[in-house]
């Protein structure tokens, strides 16, 4: 076979397996989406915002479970921001490429890909056994470690981006290297930190497994962050393998809801993003 006539043909082939690789992504997306609409979007009223979890046949919400989940979420992403960007701080201004910069960016990887449920048995372990009971507490130091390999990374990464003479031009200046990485550096990267604290909300809104081991779920309407919680992952979890229809309504409902809320933010971190590049 001609060289010349291989390689089109190698082309063509690779473009078609890319599209039809890129025609499932898609499918698989707008049939997901047009579930939740179709069997979610009916259930929405004013009672899921302002009733809590109700008994089969009865009338109720998931406010029990949308306060839950923004209470737990916003205490797990507080914490790791505050580690995440500190981390990722020291890896991109000190650790660089020291054996122990690269070793906490090995080790912040590994983390990156564990799975939710080894480390909600982790919490589990070390705040709800030995305390003999689950919290929000407990559910928000899960969340807050799902989270905090993302905004270490994302940090690292924005920060490295930043151009050296900010650096040089402040310590030139007299100012010591952490007041310009506080002053200077992090005011420059502000945008790209908020997109990655608005990735690591994206990333644990939607998590169950971790919270079945550490906040459990609570029928109540509770903001004690001391006792179990309810969270719209646990309440779909346990309403979608009801056998009654009115709990499996309401799952459908908590998804799309969080469905809503991770492409609001998607959305946002995008736009977040397009204005810091302008």
């Given at each position: 076979?001609?060289?010349?006539?291989?390689?089109?043909?190698?082309?063509?082939?690779?473009?078609?397996?890319?599209?039809?690789?890129?025609?499932i992504a898609l499918t698989a997306l707008i049939l997901i989406l047009w579930s939740l609409l179709t069997k979610g979007l009916g259930g929405i009223d004013a009672k899921i915002f302002?009733?809590?979890?109700?008994?089969?046949?009865?009338?109720?919400?998931l406010s029990n479970a949308i306060m839950g989940s923004i209470m737990m979420c916003g205490m797990g992403l507080l914490i790791a921001v505050v580690v995440?960007?500190?981390?990722?701080?020291?890896?991109?201004?000190y650790g660089g490429s020291t054996p122990y910069g690269a070793a906490v960016r090995f080790l912040n990887d590994v983390l990156l890909s564990a799975p939710s449920i080894l480390i909600g048995l982790f919490v589990y372990?070390?705040?709800?056994?030995?305390?003999?009971?689950?919290?929000a507490i407990a559910g928000a130091v899960a969340l807050a470690i799902i989270a905090m390999p993302i905004v270490t990374r994302t940090t690292e990464d924005i920060l490295s981006l930043q151009p050296s003479?900010?650096?040089?031009?402040?310590?030139?200046?007299?100012?010591?290297?952490?007041?310009?990485?506080?002053?200077?550096?992090?005011?420059?990267?502000r945008a790209g930190l908020i997109t990655?604290?608005?990735?690591?909300?994206?990333?644990?809104?939607?998590?169950?497994?971790?919270?079945?081991?550490?906040?459990?779920?609570?029928?109540?309407?509770?903001?004690?962050?001391?006792?179990?919680m309810a969270s719209l992952p646990t309440t779909i979890f346990q309403f979608a393998l009801?056998?009654?229809?009115?709990?499996?309504?309401?799952a459908w409902v908590g998804a799309l809801l969080i469905a809503v809320a991770v492409l609001s933010i998607?959305?946002?971190?995008?736009?977040?993003?397009?204005?810091?590049?302008?």
């Amino acid at each position: 076979m001609d060289r010349a006539l291989y390689r089109r043909l190698s082309n063509y082939l690779f473009v078609a397996l890319t599209a039809i690789a890129t025609l499932i992504a898609l499918t698989a997306l707008i049939l997901i989406l047009w579930s939740l609409l179709t069997k979610g979007l009916g259930g929405i009223d004013a009672k899921i915002f302002t009733m809590t979890q109700p008994a089969p046949g009865s009338e109720g919400g998931l406010s029990n479970a949308i306060m839950g989940s923004i209470m737990m979420c916003g205490m797990g992403l507080l914490i790791a921001v505050v580690v995440g960007v500190l981390a990722g701080t020291w890896l991109s201004e000190y650790g660089g490429s020291t054996p122990y910069g690269a070793a906490v960016r090995f080790l912040n990887d590994v983390l990156l890909s564990a799975p939710s449920i080894l480390i909600g048995l982790f919490v589990y372990e070390i705040m709800v056994r030995p305390f003999h009971g689950f919290s929000a507490i407990a559910g928000a130091v899960a969340l807050a470690i799902i989270a905090m390999p993302i905004v270490t990374r994302t940090t690292e990464d924005i920060l490295s981006l930043q151009p050296s003479a900010l650096r040089e031009a402040g310590m030139a200046l007299g100012a010591s290297r952490a007041f310009v990485i506080r002053k200077v550096v992090w005011k420059s990267a502000r945008a790209g930190l908020i997109t990655g604290a608005l990735l690591g909300f994206a990333r644990i809104s939607g998590e169950t497994a971790p919270l079945l081991f550490t906040a459990l779920g609570n029928q109540f309407f509770s903001v004690d962050p001391t006792q179990p919680m309810a969270s719209l992952p646990t309440t779909i979890f346990q309403f979608a393998l009801s056998a009654y229809e009115d709990w499996q309504r309401l799952a459908w409902v908590g998804a799309l809801l969080i469905a809503v809320a991770v492409l609001s933010i998607n959305i946002i971190g995008r736009v977040v993003a397009r204005e810091a590049r302008r």
